[in-house]
């Protein structure tokens, strides 16, 4: 009448085999540096001053990765989608 718990909610199956920070892991630091040049794209297309009065020192890298979404955006849309794939259909 009952049914079995299935692996999905089992504790092992729930936590990684190994703690990797984005850093270490090529994978997620391309998904990590992916995700800021859309985000930086994203915010310089609705504010512009926000980014823009920041060209320089430090907070110009978001400056920069707004100019790369901006400039290269088919080929960032393009990483993004093999990105996505990627994720989803491995391991």
């Known amino acids: 009448m009952f049914m079995q718990r ?16 984005a850093i270490f892991n090529f994978q997620s630091l391309l998904t990590v540096i992916l995700l800021l040049i859309c985000t930086c794209a994203y915010l ?8 823009d009065k920041n060209k320089t020192g430090f907070l110009g890298i978001f400056w920069k990765c707004a100019r ?24």
């Open 44 to 51: 310089r297309a609705m504010t512009q001053s926000l980014l």
């Open 6 to 21: 299935s692996s999905l909610f089992d504790r092992q199956a729930l936590t990684p085999a190994y703690n990797a920070s």
């Open 68 to 91: 790369i979404g901006e400039r290269k955006s088919p080929y960032v849309a393009v990483c993004c989608v093999v990105m996505a794939f990627s994720i989803l259909f491995s391991e």
